[in-house]
């Protein structure tokens, strides 16, 4: 099974460095915004004072930085979620920009809402009178938001980019069924009515069911589509090491660098290609192997 570092990295099958953990990605975010929050209560609370000529209000500085970092911590899985648009999103830039841009515009709206009732509801419990112009301070934070979003976004991206795929050996699948494994063929052919298509076996990540056609996901994003049932595909990919996880899903156990087992007998692997797939206990016995 894949081992956890000490560093929060994860390393691969071949002992090859891969990604950070989630948690330790999280971890990142969450230190960088309490540093940009007691860096601008201490910048916001000097100018304050300068411009007004009074003593310095630190207290109030605070609040507006600490209402912010913590409405932006909880809106980090937005920007999480647009990093992995952007990683499997190579073949399909518009459909990549757009979903960024939605998330974006969530992101910054659920921000400024967030933010500004926080500040409303702490300053009545303190007893003082504080109005927040949603509409006025829009813009303003949009920009913010915009650079927030972003770093996020790419904080995400540098942890959890797929690593470099070590050369893929077909022989020894798992500890049970490696004996019986066949070379894999140098070439595959997805047929579809008229059309066949010409792939690498090697480059398969996944195989999954979708309805009456059965979709097959390659390394760089790609994919193929065709009208077949996974029950066939599954025979038909059995001795080249891609197994069934899921009565909906087969996974190239070549390409998983991370195993993690739940207490409900269900599992979760990642692939190298950033993609997550949940096993279900029924299949535990495709990465025995693996766990081993």
């Known amino acids: 099974m894949s081992a956890t570092e000490a560093s929060g990295t994860t390393a691969g099958p071949n002992g090859a460095q891969a990604r950070l953990s989630p948690s330790a990605a999280y971890a990142i975010v969450i230190l960088l915004i309490t540093i940009s929050c007691v860096v601008n209560t201490f910048s916001n609370a000097r100018d304050i004072a300068w411009r007004l000529g009074a003593a310095r209000n630190l207290w109030e500085p605070a609040l507006w930085e600490i209402t912010s970092g913590v409405v932006i911590a909880a809106l980090a899985p937005l920007a999480r979620r647009a990093a992995g648009l952007v990683s499997r999103g190579a073949g399909r830039p518009l459909a990549t920009a757009a979903g960024v841009a939605v998330l974006l515009v969530a992101f910054s709206a659920l921000h400024i809402a967030g933010m500004g009732l926080l500040r409303d509801l702490a300053y009545h419990l303190a007893g003082f009178s504080y109005s927040y112009s949603f509409a006025g301070e829009a813009l303003y934070e949009f920009r913010k938001d915009l650079f927030a979003f972003s770093a996020i976004s790419a ?59 059965v979709e097959f996901q390659l390394t760089g994003g790609r994919s193929h589509l065709i009208r077949t049932t996974l029950q066939a595909q599954e025979a038909r990919l059995k001795p080249i090491g891609i197994a069934r996880v899921h009565r909906s899903r087969l996974v190239n156990l070549k390409r998983v660098v991370a195993l993690e087992c739940r207490a409900s007998g269900d599992f979760e692997l990642r692939l190298d290609s950033g993609e997550t797939v949940t096993g279900s206990r029924r299949f535990k016995a495709a990465v025995a192997g693996i766990a081993g």
């Open 155 to 213: 904080i995400f991206w540098l942890a959890e980019r797929p690593a470099p795929a070590p050369p893929v050996r077909v022989e020894a699948v798992t500890a049970n069924d490696g004996a019986n494994a066949s070379p894999a063929p140098p070439e595959l052919w997805l047929r579809d009515g008229r059309i066949s298509i010409l792939i690498n076996p090697c480059e398969i990540t996944s195989v999954s069911s979708a309805g009456n056609y």
